[in-house]
Every structure is written in structure tokens, then in C-alpha cells.
């Protein structure tokens, strides 16, 4: 990989007290390996409990350009994902969608 042109952003949400994987983490994070230059998303990787989620989270997000709107990947979430993660799954997107744009805002 062409490491010096890409950027690792992550993405954090508090996991409600409710859910099964407060357990085994107070954080969701979304770590995401992004190409500088065009700004979408080459890996993923989440601290989600099961590989079943953490496989659906790196599905939705690879290949995402984070300059774009996050609203379609929100809604996605919204109408695919029925569990007590489904809000931080959310926020930990939207976290991660506003450090991009704060570093591209920096770098421009």
C-alpha cells in the first residue's frame, strides 16, 4: 500500500449501558485507512463485538469518499442495521466524517 498518501481517521461512540458489548468495550471506534489525495475510504476496521458487524461495517464504508454527505451511509444504517449498536454505529461515522473535513479544512 502507499502508505505516505494515505491517513488513518477514527471515529469514536460511547456504547449505551443496555447493549451486550458494553462488556467488552465503553467505545465503538471506526477506523478508517483513507487515500489523501481522493479522500475514499481503502480499509476498515471497528472494535464491533462480532466479525458479523465488523464485516458489515467495512462493507458499507469501503470505498467511501469522505467528502461527500454521510447521510445515505446513516440512513443505510438506519434501515439495515436493528440492534442497541445502531447509534453508535452512527456516531462513530459522523465522528469520523467530522475529523476528515476538520483536516481537510486545516490542509487546504
Known sequence: ????????????????????????????????????????????????VTALVRDWIAELLQDRDLGTDPDPIIEQID???????????KQAVIDAWRRYAAYRKENE
Not at 465503538?28 to 489523501?36: G, K, N, P, T
Not at 434501515?79 to 454505529?89: A, M, N, V
Open 1 to 48: 500500500m502507499d502508505i505516505e498518501n494515505h491517513l488513518i481517521i477514527v471515529g469514536y461512540a460511547k456504547v449505551p449501558a443496555t447493549s451486550a458489548s458494553r462488556a467488552a468495550h465503553e467505545y465503538l471506534s471506526i477506523s478508517l485507512r483513507v487515500d489523501r489525495r481522493t479522500g475514499t475510504v481503502v480499509q476498515v476496521d471497528s472494535t464491533a
Open 79 to 89: 434501515t439495515s442495521y436493528l440492534g442497541h449498536g445502531s447509534g453508535p454505529i
